[in-house]
Structures are given as C-alpha cells and as structure tokens.
C-alpha cells in the first residue's frame, strides 16, 4: 500500500519463494500505515518423489521438532523436549545417508502456537515475522476485505501501545517494519539489530493479542482502506490481474479480491472486526518466523510474550475450482491494452512443481524468455510482458500478462497461444532447459542470504503446512527435472481451458476468439 505497482525483478519475485509464484499484482496487499510495496509470496511444499523410489523428500528433510512445556502451572518457563529429528539423507540403495546442516529448528507451545527460527551467526540483525493462518478466502461475504482491514487496524496499537508509540520506538531503534495480507495468510514482521529483538517482539506481541479497536480508529482507517481501494481501480494492471482472477476461480473462494469492495469496508461495523479477529486469530494459526543472529533464551522469550494466549483451533474449506473458458474485461479508453491470458494449473503441493518454475522461467521469467523475445524483442509490441504462476493450496493458476496497444491486442494474444502450444506440443530444448535450471538455481542462492529473506521463507512454508527442503534439495529437485516432465506439467498449465481478464477499449466478445 502506499506505492504504484512496479514490475519485479527475477530475483525480487524468487525472494522467498522457494520456487513458488510470481504473483501477479493484486493478490497480496501490504502495509504498516505509510508502508506499501506489495510482495509476491509463495507456497510451496512437497509430496513424495516419485523421480526416486529410494527415499522421499520427506525423508531427506532435517528437521527438528520441540515442545515447549510449563513446569507448574504457575511457571512460564520453558521445558525443552526434543520429539524428533529427521534425518537430511541423501540416500543410496541400502538406505545409507549423511546428516547435513540444521537449516531450522521448530518449537510448539503448550497454547499451540509454532516457533521456527533459522540461526544466521554471520549477521547483526534479526528478523521476526508473526504470520496468521488467515486470509481473504476465509471471510463471509459481510467480512469481505477484513483480513486486510485488521492488518491496518492492529498497527493502532493496543491501550498500552498506540500507533506512536508504536512507531516511534521501531524508528528509534532503525527497526524496519510492515505487514502484508494475501488470500491464504497474513503476515507482520519487523527487521532490527539482534540486540533489539525483545522490543520488536514486545510490540508483536502487543498488537496481535491485544488489539484496541478504538472506534474513532476504525473510522479514520476505514478511509485509508477505501483509498487504497481506490488506488487500486486506477490502475489498469491491477485491474486486469482481478479480472482475471474472477475469470478463473468465479465462486470460488479465491475469487473475492483481499482488499474487499467499497461497500463491505463501509459497511463494516466494529463488532464484526472483532468476531472476525477473534475467530481467526489464535494461536493455533500462528507462527512466529525468526531468523537471523539469534539470541540465547529466545524460545523463552516467545513463551513469556505468547505463553498466555487462549483460542480454538481454526478451520478452512478446501474446494477444488470448476474453470471453464471465459472472457473478463474493464471496458476503458486507455491508451495500452492490459491483458493477462492463462488457465488452470498444478496446486501448491504438487509434486510436479519444479519442472513448472523451470518451464514458466522458458515462457515468461526473464529477458531470454520466449514471449520477451518474441514479443518485445522481436516485434516490439509490447514493454511489459512476463508469466507468472498462482499455486494454492486447492487450485493453482498459470498466465501471462502483456501491455500493448489495443490495436495490437488480437495480434499480441496469438503469438501468446501459440508460444504456449509450442510449449504443450513440443517441450523446450536442452539448451532452454539447462539455462532455466542455472536462472533459478542461482536466484535462489542469491534471494536467501539475508535475515528478511530467510523469515519469510521459513514463516511462509511452516504457516500453508509446507515441507522445509534446504537449499541443496531444492538445487537436487531442479536439476533432476527432465525433458518429459516438462512437456507433462507444460500439458496441465498450459493447454486450457483459457481465460482472459483485461483493461482497454473493448468489449469480451472482442477477445472471445483467442480463448476457444
């Protein structure tokens, strides 16, 4: 919030991702009152390697596991039991293997609540993230755009804790803070010395538990909320990002957008914040990620600041969308067409995931890609044109998204199908293949050696219930992919049936064609 959309780098969209999507605009909103760039997260996870009868990925993740209980019940201190320890094999036909390095350790307490922290000695600065197993697809129709609104609301502080307050100790201390929602979580974090950890936790803490709910704060947000609405219809990409998605995921729980509409915000009364706050956050849908230069006595100090915290475990329907060929668009006189054509593709689970990063990254990723070059380089039709991949938990997305002159639109959507029937019908070649492999492989390196980076990657996989693989078992996963495992994956996300959200001076009738 806060920011006019910009289009990302390869390495911005890999941040975190650990081969998951890159998220078009419109699908994760982010703000801390003046903050705003939005982020594209991912989810990602992991079934059983089918590529390799010997041993699971499962089997090849370390990872360790502790509960955390009171000693009495009038003591908060922790007691560590260590549960379990999965072996990081790499195995051979008689089981063998060799343990690597503990990327993570996981903590449950007695409440529910998870911590997962990832030590990086090397830095001076720490990293903590308090992520809600809530998110957009969650609400009523009477709650539409409540996730995102109690991310604005909780940063009012609580009644120890004002929204000065609040900020004028982050920035007295150089903190770097924000928030961000999406359809499937909610994220805050903040980022500070190592040595300031227990304010940024303090604050945490105060503001998802206790939050106040100052009518007169609600009012005043409420604007803010509307604005960024505003704001968002302004802008054409954004636009056509939500229509696509109405277009692909129609009554489906993904469809409704995470900020809500401008009657569900203004029609939202402070009770039903509350029931929706209460209802969603609990500990039992939270993760706290910490990552960076850790101190000793941290799981203490989570237990000290969450320990007392009560609620229900939540719930989440899980439906698998009906996508059927349709053609979306926000008729305006612009003087680019904005136009995004993809259909349904592979879940976030799916095992089929890294062949569909390497073949996405071959279409659209980077400035050697197919449509890059064919489009822009080649003919010069368009500046902006790039893929992207949408994995949920219950359905999955793939499309494209090219800005042009609406003369230029038919012309530009041909050679957009046809580049992905090339795809489907025929694969990429080894060259493309190896390249892709390299891109991604090296982004990944890159995206995760900072503190922010490695939280987010770690709160995100843990908060969808995702597989922790290390880096050396993602660089494993991508360089097994194999030429008939991409011409596979290629066949399920790209071969329809199509739909299109777009913005320009057109009707749908005028792009039917290019979704039959």
Same mark, same amino acid.
């Given at each position: 919030m806060g920011h006019a959309p910009k289009q990302r780098t390869a390495n911005e969209r890999f941040v975190g991702c650990m081969l998951g999507s890159k998220k078009p605009h419109g699908l994760t909103r982010r703000s801390a009152g003046q903050h705003g760039r939005r982020e594209a997260p991912a989810d990602e996870g992991s079934k059983?390697?089918?590529?390799?009868?010997?041993?699971?990925?499962?089997?090849?993740?370390?990872?360790?596991?502790?509960?955390?209980?009171s000693r009495t019940p009038g003591d908060r201190r922790p007691e560590f039991v260590v549960k379990e320890i999965e072996a990081s094999g790499f195995g051979s036909e008689n089981g063998s293997y060799h343990r690597a390095p503990?990327?993570? +350790?996981?903590?449950?307490?007695?409440?529910?609540?998870?911590?997962?922290?990832?030590?990086?000695?090397?830095?001076?600065?720490?990293?903590?993230?308090?992520?809600?197993?809530?998110?957009?697809?969650?609400?009523?129709?009477?709650?539409?755009?409540?996730?995102?609104?109690?991310?604005?609301?909780?940063?009012?502080?609580?009644?120890?804790?004002?929204?000065?307050?609040?900020? @004028?100790?982050?920035?007295?201390?150089?903190a770097r803070h924000n928030a961000f929602t999406s359809k499937e979580y909610t994220?805050?974090?903040?980022?500070?010395?190592?040595?300031?950890?227990?304010?940024?936790? @303090?604050?945490?803490?105060?503001?998802?538990?206790?939050?106040?709910?100052?009518?007169?704060?609600?009012?005043? +947000?409420?604007?803010?909320?509307? @604005?960024?609405?505003?704001?968002? +219809?302004?802008?054409?990409?954004?636009?056509?990002? @939500?229509?696509?998605?109405?277009?692909?995921?129609?009554?489906?729980p993904l469809a409704p957008p995470v900020l809500g509409t401008r009657d569900s915000?203004?029609?939202?009364?402070?009770?039903?914040?509350?029931?929706?706050?209460?209802?969603?956050?609990?500990?039992?849908?939270?993760?706290?990620?910490?990552?960076?230069?850790?101190?000793?006595?941290?799981?203490?100090?989570?237990?000290?600041?969450?320990?007392?915290?009560?609620?229900e475990a939540t719930e989440r329907e899980f439906v698998a969308p009906t996508v059927r060929s349709e053609v979306r668009v926000t008729r305006r006189d612009t003087e680019q067409a904005h136009l995004i054509i993809?259909?349904?593709?592979?879940?976030?689970?799916?095992?089929?995931?890294?062949?569909?990063?390497?073949?996405?990254?071959?279409?659209?990723?980077?400035?050697?890609?197919?449509?890059?070059?064919e489009i822009r380089e080649t003919r010069g039709l368009a500046y902006a044109v790039h893929s992207f991949r949408l994995p949920f938990s219950d359905a999955g997305a793939s499309g494209t998204y090219v800005g042009t002159k609406p003369g230029q639109a038919d012309e530009v959507l041909k050679i957009v199908r046809d580049q992905l029937g090339m795809v489907v019908e025929s694969g990429v070649t080894s060259e493309e293949l190896d390249r892709a492999k390299g891109h991604v492989k090296g982004s990944l390196a890159i995206s995760l050696e900072d503190a922010n980076s490695r939280m987010n990657l770690i709160g995100r996989t843990e908060i969808v219930g995702q597989e922790h693989l290390t880096v050396d078992q993602i660089v494993e996963a991508i360089s097994a992919v194999t030429h008939d495992e991409v011409v596979?994956?290629?066949?399920?996300?790209?071969?329809?049936?199509?739909?299109?959200?777009?913005?320009?001076?057109?009707d749908s009738q005028d792009l039917e064609e290019h979704v039959e």
């Open positions: 059983r390697n089918e590529r390799d009868p010997k041993r699971s990925r499962a089997e090849r993740v370390q990872r360790s596991t502790t509960d955390i209980r503990m990327e993570h +350790e996981l903590t449950t307490l007695p409440n529910g609540l998870r911590l997962i922290t990832h030590h990086m000695p090397s830095t001076r600065s720490v990293a903590v993230g308090c992520w809600i197993d809530t998110g957009s697809r969650d609400e009523t129709p009477t709650e539409a755009g409540a996730s995102h609104f109690l991310e604005h609301l909780l940063f009012k502080g609580s009644e120890d804790w004002s929204a000065r307050r609040i900020s @004028e100790t982050l920035d007295g201390i150089g994220c805050f974090w903040t980022r500070m010395r190592d040595e300031d950890l227990p304010t940024g936790v @303090e604050i945490l803490a105060e503001m998802i538990q206790r939050p106040s709910f100052r009518q007169s704060e609600i009012d005043s +947000e409420r604007n803010v909320v509307l @604005e960024e609405i505003n704001m968002n +219809e302004d802008d054409p990409t954004d636009v056509a990002h @939500e229509e696509f998605i109405n277009a692909i995921w129609d009554g489906h915000i203004n029609d939202m009364s402070r009770s039903t914040i509350h029931n929706y706050w209460e209802r969603r956050y609990t500990p039992h849908s939270v993760v706290v990620a910490v990552a960076g230069n850790l101190p000793d006595g941290l799981t203490e100090m989570i237990g000290d600041r969450f320990g007392d915290w009560q609620g993809g259909s349904q593709s592979i879940t976030r689970d799916d095992e089929r995931r890294f062949a569909l990063s390497l073949v996405d990254h071959i279409l659209g990723g980077g400035m050697s890609s197919r449509l890059f070059h596979d994956v290629a066949k399920v996300a790209y071969d329809g049936p199509y739909v299109i959200g777009a913005v320009g001076p057109f």
